[in-house]
């Protein structure tokens, strides 16, 4: 499974916690550069990247997945969508015009989709 | 990104404003005629097209996108397991023997798949 | 529509109702040799594979998709993370190491995915 691009479209919230942990447990078994892999959050998923003080753990997680070459973007429309600051991201967010468009192009580019 | 298809796969009612917004948004980056787009409705999801009257803003919504271009189907396992009367359903909307066939038959046809 | 091959991702341990049906519907669309159909269940799902008595019928309903040609795979990490005995699983369910991974290779080897 050399050279495999995977793409997780994680729409929701709640579902993090099961997307990061299927991330880990993917790169165990491809290695870190098994594959090229990249998170698109959008709708309310965005809201991860702005952590009350009792979730900041599960932001230490995806820049622990951040630094193993994981890519996480956000949806522009979804942050605006949420008043949320595009400035304030976390530095290792990258943010997208949309979201959906992203997903569209990534798997047009050979990414294989996957929702947690 | 020329002669894209794209298929969203809404199996939830409640998924649908978070459907619709996508769509739209998609349709903005990408333009109207900038691709193919079909909307498989499901499961539970084919109730959005028999709506109460506080939810017949949705259903204008849908028309709308339907009048851009976006196709809307509904499962017909899943209306006769609602007892929805298929002959009482809005005229934008396209009945098809099974939800899942299609979203199978969509993708062997290049249709990018997507669950919102 | 021959030489199909539908991967069913299941990851909530509520969506297997719809899950079922789905397999069960497009099965009788397309015929019971019309398609190879395999279904992975990760997080949450694999719950469904150790049944309280009244949960049984459902395992049954999949063993009778089992019977069918529909295999039933479980993700090693879940049923880890669910302190689930995999010798003591349902024996028409084949254990994955990962299911991420399974549904990655599986989409590389021409699986159409859909989640129910």
């Not at 709640?14 to 299927?22: D, G, M, S």
Request: aromatic share 8%.
């Amino acid at each position: 499974m050399k050279d495999l691009k995977v793409l997780f479209h994680v729409s929701d919230n709640e579902v993090w916690p099961k997307a990061l942990l299927n991330i880990t447990n993917f790169l165990k078994d491809v290695g870190q550069n098994g594959a090229e892999v990249e998170v698109v959050a959008n709708a309310g998923a965005v809201m991860a990247y702005y952590p009350p003080e009792e979730k900041k753990e599960q932001l230490e997680q995806m820049a622990k997945l951040s630094h193993m070459g994981v890519k996480f973007t956000a949806c522009r429309n979804a942050l605006n969508a949420h008043s949320l600051d595009e400035s304030q991201r976390p530095g290792f967010v990258e943010v997208v015009p949309g979201g959906i468009t992203e997903v569209v192009k990534k798997q047009t580019e050979g990414f294989i989709y996957i929702k947690p």
